[in-house]
C-alpha cells in the first residue's frame, strides 16, 4: 500500500527533481503540442463568438488547408505562393459558407445551425478528397525535424517554429478581436443578431471575415501538424483535443482557448512522461478528456468563459 | 417654396405577405421631422411588421419606401441604420452578456471611422475617437438616469431597466428616426411614467422624430402629436389622438366588431 502511494505521488516528482533539463524538456514539447491545440480551439472560439455556432468542420477546415496546400505544392507551386493560394481559398470558402449556409439560416436555432457545420464537415471531407486525392502526402515546409541544444535542453527545430508561429497568431487575433471595434461588433453579432443588425453591422461581412480568420487559423494549424505527421484525414480529428481545451478555457474566450490549450498540452506531456509508466502509458490519449471531464463538474463555464444564466 | 418640407419618412402603398397571410396591405403613411407618432392597433393588426418594413428586416412585396426623399425600398437592416433609423424590440434586445456601458457603446459603432491598428494599439487618434465616443455615451447614460447600473451586466437586469438600455443604446447612434416597438409594454406604473418622460425628453431635447407602437391608451393619448390605427394589416385611422380615439371604425376594431 505504502509503496503504491510512494510510487502515485513521490515518485514522479523525484523524478522530476532528479533530472531538471530534461523535465524542462518535456514542458517545452508540452507548450509547444499545447499552442497548437490553442490554435486550433481558436477556430472554434473566433467562430462561436461570432455566429453562436459551434463549427463542427473546424477540423475538416484544417485537413482542408493542409491538403489544399501539399496539393498546390505537388503541382510545382513555391511555398510561398501556396500559402497564399491557400489563403484564398480558404477566404473562398469562407465567402460560400456565409452565402450558401449561414445567410440562409439567419435568426435559427443554434442546433439547426449546428447540424449545417456538420454538413459542411462531411461536404469539405468529401471534397478535399475528391479534389487532392486521399493518400497520405509528405509536407515539407523546409524546416528539418531536427534538434538543437540550448542550456543542455534539447529543442526541436520544427516545434518550436510551429510553436512560434501560433503564439505570434495568437497574439494577433487576441488583439485584433479584443482591442478594435470589430472585436466590439463580434462580441454584439455573438449575443444577438437581430439587435445587432439594428444598430447597423453588417452581420454578413462579419461572418465572412470571422470565418476567414477561422481558415487562417486553419491554415496555420494545417501547416504544423501536417508537416509533424503527414497530410491524412487524421489530421481532422485534433478537433477533437480542441474541445477539452474549449471546455477548459470557455467556448467564448480567446484568452481561454490559449491558456486552455497550454496546460493540457503540458499536462498531457508530464503525465505521460511521469506517470505513464505506472499504468502501461498513453495516458497522452485521455489526459485531456478526463481533465475536461473534472472541469465540467466542477466549473461548466471554463476558465476565462462568460457564465449565462437563461431565465426559463 | 410653398410645398411643404419633404417627411422624413414616405410609406407608400405598402403590402407585405408571408405566405397566404397578408400581414400588411397597402399601407401609405408619412411621418414628418419632429413628431411623435403612435402606431395602434388590435393584436396581429400588423404594426410590427410595419416597424419591420421600416428597420428593413422585412421587404414589401408590394410599394415602396422613401426615407428622406429618396428610395428606401429595399435596404438591409444596416443600410438603414447607417442611415439614421434606430429601433427597438418588442422583446428586448440587448447584448445580454455585455455590460450596460458597453451594450451603450455598441450603439455607436456606425460612427466610428480610422484604423484597425491604431485601435488596437490604444494609441492616437484612436484613443482620442474612443474617449469621444465615451463621452456622448455617458450623456444619454447620464440622460436616461442609468449611471448606477452602468457596469451591470445587462441581462442580469429587471425588465423595465432593460428597456431602458435598449433605448439607450438606440439613442447613441443619434438616430433621425427612432422607431419604438412597445417601449412599455410589461412595465408597472411608475416605469411607464419614466418612459413616457424620457420619450419626450428625446423628442424636446435631440429633437428625434419618434414612431413608437403602444398599446396603452392612455399614453398614446399623452405623448403623442399624431396616431395612425392599423387593423388586418390596413391604416383606418390617422388623425390627431383625440380625432382617432373617436373615430368609429378604431372602436369597432378594438371592440372586436364583426367584419362584414
Known sequence: MLDLLYSVLIGPLRDMGSAPAFLVEVIIGGLAAGLMYSLVA????????????????????????????????????????????????????????????????????????????????????????????????????????????????QINRLEMTAALTAGVLVAVMA?????????????????????????????????????????????????MWGAKSGVQFSLSLIALKALPVLILGGFTSVPGAIVGGLIIGVGEKIAEVYWGPLVGGAIENWFAYVLALAFLLVRPQGLFGEKIIERV | MTDAPTPLLEVDEVSVRFGAVQALERVSLEIRRGEIVAIIGPNGAGKTTLLNVVSGFYHPSEGRLRFEGSDRTHLRPYDVAALGVARTFQNVALFKGMSVLDNVMTGRLLKMRGSFLLEALHWGPARRQELEHRAFVERIIDFLEIEAIRKAPAGKLPYGLQKRVELARALAAEPKLLLLDEPMAGMNVEEKEDMCRFILGVNDEFGTTIALIEHDMSVVMDISHRVIALDYGRKIADGRPDEVRADQGVIDAYLGVAHA
Open chain 1, 42 to 153: 481558436l477556430g472554434f472560439v473566433l467562430i462561436y463568438k461570432a455566429s453562436g455556432v459551434f463549427n463542427f468542420a473546424q477540423g475538416v477546415m484544417v485537413l482542408f488547408a493542409a491538403l489544399t496546400l501539399v496539393g498546390l505544392m505537388e503541382r510545382g507551386a513555391p511555398l510561398i505562393l501556396a500559402l497564399l493560394a491557400t489563403a484564398a481559398v480558404m477566404g473562398a470558402l469562407a465567402f460560400a459558407i456565409e452565402r450558401v449556409v449561414l445567410r440562409p439560416l439567419v435568426n435559427q436555432e443554434q442546433i439547426i445551425l449546428f447540424m449545417a457545420t456538420i454538413g459542411l464537415n462531411f461536404f469539405l471531407e468529401g471534397f478535399g478528397e475528391l479534389a487532392w486525392g486521399s493518400d497520405v502526402k509528405r509536407l515539407d515546409v523546409g524546416i528539418p525535424d531536427s534538434s538543437f541544444i540550448v542550456w543542455g535542453v
Open chain 1, 175 to 223: 488583439v485584433f478581436f479584443q482591442r478594435t471595434r470589430i472585436g466590439r461588433a463580434l462580441r454584439a453579432v455573438a449575443d444577438d443578431h437581430e439587435a445587432a443588425l439594428s444598430i447597423g453591422i453588417p452581420l454578413n461581412t462579419i461572418w465572412i471575415v470571422v470565418w476567414s480568420a477561422a481558415g487562417l487559423v486553419a491554415i496555420v494549424a494545417g501547416i
